[in-house]
């Protein structure tokens, strides 16, 4: 099946932080609309895709994108607008191959993202098929495939995403003991809320990270877990049965590259260190996934890391791997980290997300499709993660519009997939 774009339009808008951030809309030649928002990140990897901006500090404090904005209008219109389209695959293509650099310097990231997924928006309309649908076409899935996610809820920020002395960057429940999405969320929901009345209690401000979790001021991140611990009790929920514990350590933000040290626990550690300590919080919670435990490009680290705790705990490669084929293949080739974090705008396209989680799967590896801390209301990533049936997402906490979004378009799948007599699994990775 072939589409025609018929008009493609993009503007500048705020994301959840307020900066700016792209909007696109494209219209195909039935009539059929699509409209995406790209998303920010602020513990950024060095290798994700350019996310372009304007540099121009006398607006938006050099933030703007309006050069993404005039790219969008202006160069990547004249090269798919009346031209027939077979796939996601063939306009990814030709807006990559006309931007011709490794990290889409020339046209941005975040233009050629937002097309893509204005795109994907627009064709399920088309077909009158959800998003979740179509994705999961594009993958190689089968109906029988498609699941709703377990949520890695982030309840407590620390790291870039709050200023409270914290270095692991969040604190995560993951409610995997249930039969439903629903019931999960809900599990996560009431947890959220004990924590809060616990915070208020000890004196501890209930004030929110970017991403939604609770940022109190405080250094122990052994502390910071026995909180979360002591809500999930409270929530009248078994730990580890039926809620487990996640972290997002996002340990580039504090390694030191010249000395190759690790600032933790007001300390120095090196990579031996911090693996030891991984494995001791391990042994001591019910700690089911660590996200970046170490620095971006320490390769032999992160194969350390992986031999001692990776038979037993799920190590998501997030900087390491930024969402690309080439840095997940070098991971498999020297058996390191055993999943990997999936967000759309660290590589840039629809298509390119779809062959790195596709090769995830075909090596054994897990995919949790994630938000980022600048954020909006577009729903996208809740449609991937049921699509590509990987079982896990991250999308924030219980509060926050942008982050509950995530989470209503869940329930809304899942009811209507239960009314229409489909049957959408629900995945259960631990």
Same mark, same amino acid.
């Given at each position: ?112 993202? #937002? %097309? ?5 928006? $627009?064709? @399920? ?8 649908? &179509? +994705?999961? =076409? ?68 209930? #004030? %929110? ?5 609770? $940022?109190? @001021? ?8 026995? &909180? +979360?611990? =002591? ?88 900087? &390491? ?110």
């Amino acid at each position: 099946m072939k589409y025609r774009i018929s008009h493609l339009h993009s503007r500048e808008v705020l994301d959840s932080r307020g900066n700016p951030t792209i909007e696109v809309e494209l219209q195909l030649s039935d009539g059929s609309k699509g409209s995406a928002i790209v998303p920010s990140g602020a513990s950024t990897g060095i290798h994700e895709a350019l996310e372009l901006r304007d540099g121009d500090a006398s607006r938006y404090l050099g933030k703007g994108v309006l050069k993404a904005v005039e790219i969008v209008q202006k160069q990547i219109a004249p090269l798919v607008v009346e031209k027939e389209i077979s796939s996601i695959e063939s306009l990814d293509r030709w807006m990559l191959e006309a931007d011709g650099t490794h990290q889409k310097s020339k046209f941005g990231g975040n233009a050629i993202l #937002g %097309v893509s997924l204005a795109f994907s928006h $627009a064709v @399920a309309a088309s077909r009158k098929i959800p998003l979740y649908q &179509l +994705i999961g =076409e594009w993958m190689g899935r089968s109906a029988a495939e498609f699941k709703l996610p377990v949520p890695l809820m982030n309840i407590l920020n620390g790291g870039v995403h709050a200023d409270n002395g914290l270095a692991i960057q969040e604190f995560m429940v993951v409610p995997h003991g249930f039969e439903t999405f629903s019931r999960s969320l809900r599990a996560g929901a009431e947890i959220f809320h004990h924590l809060k009345k616990i915070l208020h209690k000890k004196g501890l401000s209930t #004030g %929110v990270g970017d991403e939604g979790g609770f $940022a109190p @001021a405080m250094t122990s991140n052994e502390k910071a877990l026995d &909180l +979360i611990c =002591e809500a999930i009790q409270a929530a009248g929920y078994t730990l580890g049965k039926q809620v487990a514990l996640a972290l997002d350590v996002a340990a580039s933000s504090f390694f030191d590259t010249e000395s190759k040290v690790y600032s933790m626990a007001g300390e120095k550690w090196d990579r031996n260190r911090m693996v030891d300590y991984y494995a001791s919080l391990i042994g001591k919670y019910p700690i089911v996934s660590i996200e970046d435990g170490l620095e971006e490009d320490d390769w032999s680290g992160w194969a350390a890391l992986t031999q001692k705790v990776g038979a037993r705990t799920q190590l998501v490669g997030d900087d &390491l791997f930024v969402t690309q084929v080439a840095r997940l293949q070098k991971g498999i080739d020297q058996s390191t980290a055993n999943a990997i974090l999936i967000k759309v705008n660290q590589v840039g396209s629809v298509s390119e997300t779809i062959h790195t989680m596709n090769l995830a799967r075909e090596k054994g590896y897990a995919c949790v499709v994630s938000h980022r801390s600048g954020e909006s209301e577009d729903v996208t990533i809740a449609h991937l993660a049921v699509g590509s049936g990987c079982g896990q997402i991250k999308t924030g906490s219980a509060s926050r519009s942008e982050r509950i979004a995530k989470y209503n378009e869940l329930l809304r799948i899942e009811e209507r997939a239960l009314a229409a007599g489909h049957k959408i699994g629900y995945a259960k990775p631990w």
